[in-house]
C-alpha cells in the first residue's frame, strides 16, 4: 500500500508541477482581475499539493521521524500562507505572480533538502523565516523614502569596501577566497554587494548619461570586478559584468556602449589570463577540463559533473521517485548542484518545468521594468532581472555540462544563508517597485476618471444652462 501511494504521488506531483508551469504563463496574459486571481489561487493549491504529497512520502518512508516531519511540514504550511495573505493585505499593490513564485521556489528547496539533509532543511527554514520577516518592510521603506537614487557613489564605495573585507578576514571555499567567517557564522558578501551594484549603476544612470558619467560609473565597476577576479570568484565577476553590460544599455539607450564594454571584457579577461594564470585561474582550468572531458578523469576532476549527468540520466523523464534515488552521492548536492538532485527524484519533465518557472520570475521582473515610469527603478528592474536569470543559468547550465561549472546556486532553491537572503531582499525590492509604479499608475487612474467626470459634469450644467435659455 505505501508504494502504491508513493508511486501514484510521483506523477500527481508531476501533473501539479505542469499546471503551475502553464500557469506561471497564462496568467501574465490575463487582463481581467477576477480570471487572474482565480489563476494565482489555483497556483497556490498547486504548490500545497506538491508539498504536501512529498512529505507525506517522507512520513511513510520514515515512520519512526514522523512527528518530527509532520511538525516540520506544518510550520512550513503556516509561514508560507501567513506570508502570502499577509503581504498582499498589507501591499495590495504589489505582485501575487512573484510572491507565488517566490514561495514555490522556496518550498521546492525545503523538499530536496529535507530528502538531502534534515539538518540543512531546517537551517534553511530558519534563515528563510527570519529573512522573509526582515524584508518585508523594504517595500514600505521604498514608498516611504523616494530619494535612494542620490546616493550613486556611496553605494559603489561601501560595494568595494565590503568585497575587499575578504582580503582581511576571508576563508577559502572551493578555491575561492570569496566568504567572511565572524563568530562561527560565514557569509559571502557578494551576494549582498551585487544588489548594492544594482543600486549604484541605476542610481549613476538616471542621473546623467553622458559618456563622463558612463566612465565614471564604469571604473568603479570595474573595481568591483577586479576585486571578485583577484579573490578568484570568477562566476561572481562574470555575473557582475553582465548586469554591468545590460544596465548601461538600458540606463543609456546606446548600443555602442553595450558593444564597447563587451569587448573591453574580453580583452581584460584575456590580458587577465595572460599575466595572471598560474596565480589566479588554476582551479578555472581543472573545470575547463573537467567540463570538456569528464570522462577521463571520472573519479577525480570530473567526478562531480559526471555523477550529476549520471542522476539526471537514471531519473529519465519521469523521475526515480521522491527517496527512490541517491542524489547523495552528487557533491554538494544540496547547493550548487541541488538541480540535479531534483531531476533524478522529479524528473527531467519536472525539472524543465522548475526552469519555466525561474523564467517566468524574469518576466515578471523584465515587466514591472517595462511599466516602470522612472529610469531609476527601470534601470534597477532590469539590472535584478538580468542577476537573477543569469545566476540561474550559471548554476544549471554548469550541472547539466551546457557550460563549465561556476559554483552559483539556484536562487531560493540551494541551500545558503547568503543566496537565500540576498534573493529574497532581491524579490522584494522588485515588490516594492511593483508597488510603488502601480500605486502611481492608479493615482493617475483615479484622477484621470476624476477629471473625466468633472467635465462631463460641466457639460451637463452648460447644456442645461443652453436649453432653459
Known amino acids: 500500500m505505501a508504494n502504491i501511494i508513493i508511486n501514484l504521488s510521483k506523477y500527481i506531483i508531476l501533473l501539479m508541477m505542469i499546471l503551475y508551469g502553464f500557469s506561471s504563463f497564462t496568467v501574465i496574459r490575463k487582463e481581467d482581475p477576477w480570471e487572474k486571481n482565480m489563476c494565482l489561487n489555483r497556483q497556490i493549491i498547486y504548490v500545497f499539493v506538491i508539498h504536501f504529497l512529498s512529505y507525506l512520502t517522507f512520513s511513510i518512508q520514515s515512520p519512526d521521524d514522523m512527528k518530527t516531519i509532520i511538525t516540520f511540514y506544518g510550520l512550513?504550511?503556516?509561514?508560507?500562507?501567513?506570508?502570502?495573505y499577509l503581504y498582499h493585505f498589507f501591499y495590495p499593490y504589489s505582485s501575487r505572480m512573484i510572491n507565488n513564485n517566490m514561495c514555490f521556489l522556496l518550498l521546492i528547496g525545503y523538499i530536496m533538502l529535507t530528502r538531502l539533509n534534515f539538518a540543512l532543511a531546517r537551517k534553511q527554514f530558519i534563515i528563510a523565516t527570519a529573512s522573509l520577516a526582515l524584508v518585508s518592510v523594504i517595500p514600505l521603506i521604498m514608498d516611504r523614502h523616494k530619494n535612494l537614487r542620490k546616493y550613486g557613489i556611496f553605494y559603489g564605495i561601501i560595494g568595494i569596501l565590503a568585497l575587499s573585507s575578504v582580503?582581511?578576514?576571508?576563508?577559502?571555499?572551493?578555491?575561492?577566497?570569496?566568504?567572511?567567517?565572524?563568530?562561527?557564522?560565514?557569509?559571502q558578501p557578494s551576494e549582498f554587494v551585487k544588489i548594492l551594484f544594482v543600486f549604484f549603476i541605476a542610481s549613476m544612470l538616471s542621473k546623467k548619461r553622458d559618456f563622463k558619467q558612463v566612465m565614471i560609473t564604469s571604473l568603479l565597476a570595474a573595481v568591483h570586478m577586479g576585486i571578485l577576479v583577484l579573490e578568484k570568484d570568477l562566476g561572481g565577476a562574470l555575473i557582475f559584468f553582465v548586469i554591468f553590460i545590460f544596465m548601461v544599455y538600458i540606463g543609456t539607450g546606446k548600443f555602442r556602449y553595450f558593444?564597447?564594454?563587451v569587448l573591453g571584457g574580453l580583452m581584460m579577461a584575456g590580458l587577465a589570463f595572460l599575466l595572471f594564470k598560474d596565480r589566479l585561474f588554476n582551479h578555472v582550468f581543472v573545470r575547463i577540463n573537467a567540463w570538456k572531458d569528464p570522462w577521463s578523469d571520472i573519479s577525480g576532476s570530473g567526478y562531480q559533473i559526471t555523477q550529476s549527468l549520471f542522476a539526471i540520466g537514471s531519473g529519465g523523464y519521469f523521475g526515480s521517485g521522491l527517496t527512490k534515488g541517491s542524489p547523495d552521492v552528487i557533491p554538494v548536492s544540496e547547493s550548487d548542484f541541488i538541480f540535479s538532485a531534483i531531476a533524478e527524484e522529479f524528473g527531467v519533465i519536472f525539472a524543465i518545468f522548475l526552469i519555466l518557472v525561474c523564467f517566468s520570475c524574469f518576466i515578471c521582473f523584465i515587466s514591472i521594468a517595462m511599466h516602470a515610469k522612472s529610469r531609476f527603478y527601470k534601470t534597477m528592474a532590469v539590472g535584478f532581472a538580468i542577476c537573477y536569470i543569469f545566476q540561474t543559468f550559471l548554476s544549471i547550465g554548469g550541472v547539466t555540462k551546457f557550460i563549465p561549472s561556476t559554483g552559483v546556486t539556484v536562487p531560493l532553491v540551494s541551500y545558503g544563508g547568503s543566496s537565500v537572503l540576498s534573493s529574497l531582499v532581491m524579490f522584494s525590492i522588485m515588490q516594492g517597485i511593483s508597488t510603488i509604479e502601480n500605486k502611481e499608475a492608479k493615482k493617475v487612474e483615479e484622477e484621470r476618471r476624476k477629471l473625466e467626470r468633472t467635465e462631463y459634469d460641466n457639460g451637463r450644467v452648460s447644456g442645461k444652462r443652453r436649453k432653459d435659455r
Open 76 to 84: 512550513q504550511i503556516l509561514i508560507a500562507t501567513l506570508y502570502m
Open 167 to 187: 582580503f582581511v578576514i576571508g576563508v577559502e571555499q572551493y578555491g575561492s577566497v570569496n566568504w567572511i567567517s565572524v563568530a562561527g557564522i560565514s557569509v
Open 259 to 261: 558593444l564597447l564594454f
